[in-house]
Nanobody
Framework: QVQVVESGGGLVQAGGSLRLSCRVSGNSPWTKPIGWYRQAPGKQHELVAGITSGGNTNYADSVKGRFTITGDSTKNTLDLQMNGLKPEDTAVYYC???????????WGQGTQVTVSS
């Protein structure tokens, strides 16, 4: 059973920073965290940042230069450092992991990020 657990959300003022962490556990060493998504009220689910097994990263245009995604393959974790937060970054943030054997995606429960103006 694969578990994807996010942590680090919270309430912050505009311009502040938060660091989200994702940990993938369970009896599936081939399942790796691959990205962070978010969903704001009334908006579509969107990719915030992703990372490949080779360490290549990609970001949504709206967060480029402010957010940084980093992975630790030894711990099977994935962090998202968020700086210069804006009210429009308010959303539930989800970590996703993918099995390299089956290509099945697994999702965490999400962590709320609220940015006040």
């Amino acid at each position: 059973q694969v578990q994807v657990v996010e942590s680090g959300g919270g309430l912050v003022q505009a311009g502040g920073s938060l660091r989200l962490s994702c940990r993938v556990s369970g009896n599936s060493p081939w399942t790796k965290p691959i990205g962070w998504y978010r969903q704001a009220p009334g908006k579509q689910h969107e990719l915030v940042a992703g990372i490949t097994s080779g360490g290549n990263t990609n970001y949504a245009d709206s967060v480029k230069g402010r957010f940084t995604i980093t992975g630790d393959s030894t711990k099977n974790t994935l962090d998202l450092q968020m700086n210069g937060l804006k009210p429009e970054d308010t959303a539930v943030y989800y970590c996703t992991a993918r099995s390299q054997l089956t290509s099945i995606d697994y999702w965490g429960q999400g962590t709320q990020v609220t940015v006040s103006s």
